[in-house]
């Protein structure tokens, strides 16, 4: 999944601001070369939170090692033992 473009605070704190002065959804994303559901997104985190600013997610990214994708094929032996009988 590629990576996505971060939209600044102050990006869209402008955003809001020209919404509250009355402006349209695609004026507005035409103005600041936003996409029109991405403009979406971020009014309508202002309206119910109150704030347009992006948090960061909480909690302890997963990492996956080498170690643990060997965890995970081995959890599964019974899959192993059904393939088997078969040959």
Not at 3 to 26: M, P, T, W
Not at 32 to 51: E, M, P
Not at 60 to 80: A, D, E, I
Request: aromatic content about 10%; hydrophobic content about 30%; glycine content about 8%.
């Amino acid at each position: 999944m590629p990576c996505r473009k971060y939209i600044s605070n102050d990006l869209r704190e402008a955003d809001v601001a020209a919404h509250q002065s009355g402006e349209g959804f695609k004026t507005i994303s035409k103005q600041f070369g936003v996409h029109y559901f991405t403009l979406r997104k971020i009014l309508h985190k202002w309206k119910t939170l109150k704030t347009a600013a992006s948090f960061l997610r909480s909690g302890c990214l997963s990492k996956f090692t080498p170690r643990s994708n060997c965890g995970q094929r081995n959890s599964r032996p019974h899959l192993k033992a059904v393939k088997g009988v078969g040959q």
